[in-house]
Every structure is written in structure tokens, then in C-alpha cells.
């Protein structure tokens, strides 16, 4: 695909009948959300709420009600209409996992045996 930037990832996982409530800070040079900021999809995102910036605009916290996979973007929406600036994005990316209840039985199976 060619991207230049950089790429960060988090796996979180949603508590059962619970929604997360998420803080991230962009430590990349010249990156704000002053000009944009978005947690994609939108569409499943915009119910849950409008995130909210702090005054530097490095800072946002927002909402996530579902699991999935989420971008989290410092960036103005027209970003994605040059190639060359969308290639060379610094990007967030939230796996947000459900619970897995642990096994009702379980065996231990040792390094070596024929199980």
C-alpha cells in the first residue's frame, strides 16, 4: 500500500453491559484535532456521543458502546482527498474485543506430553 506514517494499535476489551471511555493524546509533531477529529465509523460512532477535545487539541476523549475495530483520527476530513498527505497519515487503531468467559473446565496441557 506504500503508507509512510506511522501506525499505533490498542486491543481493549468491552465489558459486558458496559461502554468503554477512552482518552488518547497525539505525540505526533504538528498533529491536533483542532482542524478535525473523528473516531470511524462515524456511523456507528456519532450515536454514542461527540468526543471532546482538550484546549491543545492533542487530547480527546470519547465513548465506544460496541466492539470492533476503530480509527481514531487527528485530522481534518479533506486529509482523506490527497493522496499523498492520507499516505503519509499517523494513525490510531482500537480493537475493541468482547468479554470471552473462561472455559467451565480446562486442561493443563505440560510442553511434551501426547495430548
Keep these: 500500500v506504500g503508507q509512510l506514517g506511522s501506525l499505533s494499535f490498542a486491543n481493549l476489551i468491552l465489558p459486558e453491559n458496559k461502554v468503554l471511555y477512552v482518552q488518547v493524546t497525539t505525540n ?3 498533529q491536533s ?3 478535525g477529529f473523528f473516531v470511524r465509523p ?3 460512532t456519532d450515536p ?3 468526543p471532546s477535545l482538550d ?3 492533542k487530547t480527546a476523549t470519547f465513548y465506544l458502546a460496541s ?3 476503530f480509527s481514531i483520527e487527528f485530522a481534518p476530513s479533506s486529509l482523506w482527498r490527497n493522496y499523498e ?3 503519509k497519515f499517523d494513525a490510531l487503531t482500537l480493537f475493541v474485543n468482547p468479554p ?3 472455559p467451565e473446565e480446562t486442561e493443563l496441557i505440560q510442553p511434551g506430553s501426547s495430548l
Design 28 to 30: 505526533v509533531i504538528g
Design 33 to 35: 484535532g483542532n482542524d
Design 42 to 44: 462515524s456511523r456507528l
Design 48 to 50: 454514542w456521543g461527540p
Design 55 to 57: 484546549g491543545t487539541g
Design 67 to 69: 466492539s470492533g475495530q
Design 85 to 87: 498527505q492520507a499516505r
Design 100 to 102: 470471552v468467559p473462561p
